[in-house]
């Protein structure tokens, strides 16, 4: 640090300032893997979205890298907490800061650059999935009910409490 306190106090508020931006990255990080939003990540969903990521960088996933993938978030559940049940929030945080800081010990600004990359990658897969979901339901134009035609039907002849010429 610097030769004058006020230097010192400077980086303190630097490096306070940029431990809550990682901590609201990785929040929203969460976020991004709860995709039914009942506030855990279940590994399923955490499979869905890197996979979905992954897919979007290549025109078929082979069933190898599947396995692959299944086998990383396997893997990062057990790091949290030994087994494959969903995880919250607290735990995903404390998980996210222990391997990041495996991943870079001594700087801020590396750890946020890697978690930028993870977060551009998981919004890139949750927005692939939410696009599966889409094409999935039936077509907005034919669940709109169509307007009725014929002596039943009368549309209003007001607009705002006025008659409609014509």
């Given at each position: 640090?610097g030769?004058?306190?006020?230097?010192?106090?400077?980086q303190?508020?630097?490096?306070?300032?940029?431990?809550?931006?990682?901590?609201?990255?990785?929040?929203?990080?969460?976020?991004?893997?709860?995709?039914?939003?009942?506030?855990?990540?279940?590994a399923?969903e955490?499979y869905k979205?890197?996979?979905?990521?992954?897919?979007?960088?290549?025109?078929?996933?082979?069933e190898?890298?599947?396995?692959?993938?299944?086998?990383?978030?396997?893997?990062?559940?057990?790091?949290m907490?030994?087994?494959?049940?969903?995880?919250?929030?607290?735990?995903?945080?404390?998980?996210?800061?222990?391997?990041?800081?495996?991943?870079?010990p001594?700087?801020?600004?590396?750890r946020?650059?890697?978690?930028?990359?993870?977060?551009?990658?998981?919004?890139?897969?949750?927005?692939?999935?939410?696009?599966?979901?889409?094409?999935?339901?039936?077509?907005?134009?034919?669940?709109?009910?169509q307007?009725?035609?014929?002596?039943?039907?009368?549309?209003?002849?007001?607009?705002?409490?006025?008659?409609?010429?014509?």
């Amino acid at each position: 640090m610097g030769n004058l306190p006020f230097c010192d106090l400077c980086q303190g508020e630097v490096r306070d300032g940029l431990d809550a931006v990682i901590r609201d990255m990785i929040i929203r990080l969460f976020e991004l893997y709860d995709l039914n939003g009942d506030g855990v990540i279940s590994a399923e969903e955490m499979y869905k979205v890197d996979l979905a990521a992954l897919a979007g960088h290549m025109d078929t996933v082979r069933e190898e890298y599947k396995q692959q993938v299944w086998r990383r978030v396997e893997m990062k559940f057990c790091q949290m907490h030994g087994d494959l049940t969903p995880v919250h929030l607290s735990m995903y945080k404390a998980y996210m800061d222990r391997w990041l800081k495996e991943m870079e010990p001594s700087d801020r600004n590396a750890r946020f650059l890697i978690l930028e990359g993870v977060l551009i990658e998981a919004r890139s897969g949750r927005q692939m999935v939410e696009e599966e979901r889409c094409a999935a339901l039936p077509t907005l134009l034919t669940s709109i009910p169509q307007p009725q035609t014929g002596a039943e039907y009368s549309p209003s002849r007001k607009v705002a409490g006025r008659p409609l010429a014509g």
